[in-house]
Every structure is written in structure tokens, then in C-alpha cells.
């Protein structure tokens, strides 16, 4: 459900969506879910390596970056700042910064050195093979960088 947003101002964010490093699929499939969502967005600003995008809703776009992230592999930090406080309630704002895998399953790698076949990018972790022995490797998301696509 979308919060009722009336009587906010018409730059009122809770929530900033991060994305960096991301293909035209990312920013498309982003779109689409805004639309069906419902998600309001506040404003979009154009930063070095991508966009962030203000939004309404903490929830949902935190929802969003789960999707990104299983839908697309990639880095994924959510964090949440205090921002004020009314009454007894605390009101925090939330940054979901999403950074896209520069490889996709069934691609070959290089890490460590050694040559590895991505067999499967879960939810937290990057199944790799290696093309020789056939060992298997779990890599954390955010150790990612480590690993670089094969031209």
C-alpha cells in the first residue's frame, strides 16, 4: 500500500534509491516497478556512476532493492538514518544503494587468478566453478570487485 502523501511537501522523500554501475535493464525494469507499485518519486538526481532516485515510501523501495538484487545480482547495502523525531516515534530515512554485477550466470571469470564459470548468483552469495578442477566457490556479494568478467 502507498502512503497518502497529502498535504506533504512535493519534494517530501523518505527513502533514496542508489543505483550505480547498471545497465539500460536495470533503469527500465526500475521504471516498471515504480509505475506498478506506485511508488512516488521525489526528485532523480544524475550522480557520477549512475542516478538516485528520492522516494516515498521506505518500504517499498526497500522491497524494490530486494528485487534488483535477485533479479539482476548485484551489491545490494540497505541503511537507515535517524532523520527526526515526533512525539515517541523515531522517523528514519532509508538509502538502498544497488551496484549491478558486471558478469551474469554462465559467464567465464577470472579470481583469484584462476578461471571460474559463474553457475549461479543467489541471493547473497556467487556460485562459481572452477573451469579446471570443477571446485566450487561461494563469494559474498560484497566481494564482487574481486571477480572480473573474461572478454
Known sequence: MVRDLTGKHPSYFEATLQLRECSPEVYDFVEKEVN???LKIAKTKKVNNGFDYYTSDNGLTRALGKKLQSRFGGNLI????LHTQKKND??????VMFREAG????????YEGESYLVKLMGGKDI??????TGKKVH???KEMGRIKKKD
Do not use: E, I, M
Open 78 to 81: 540497505v541503511t537507515a538514518t
Open 103 to 110: 558478469f551474469n550466470k554462465g559467464d567465464n571469470v577470472d
Open 127 to 132: 556460485f562459481l566453478q572452477h573451469t579446471k
Open 139 to 141: 563469494v559474498k556479494y
Open 90 to 95: 523515531q522517523l528514519y530515512r532509508v538509502t
Open 36 to 38: 506498478r507499485s506506485g
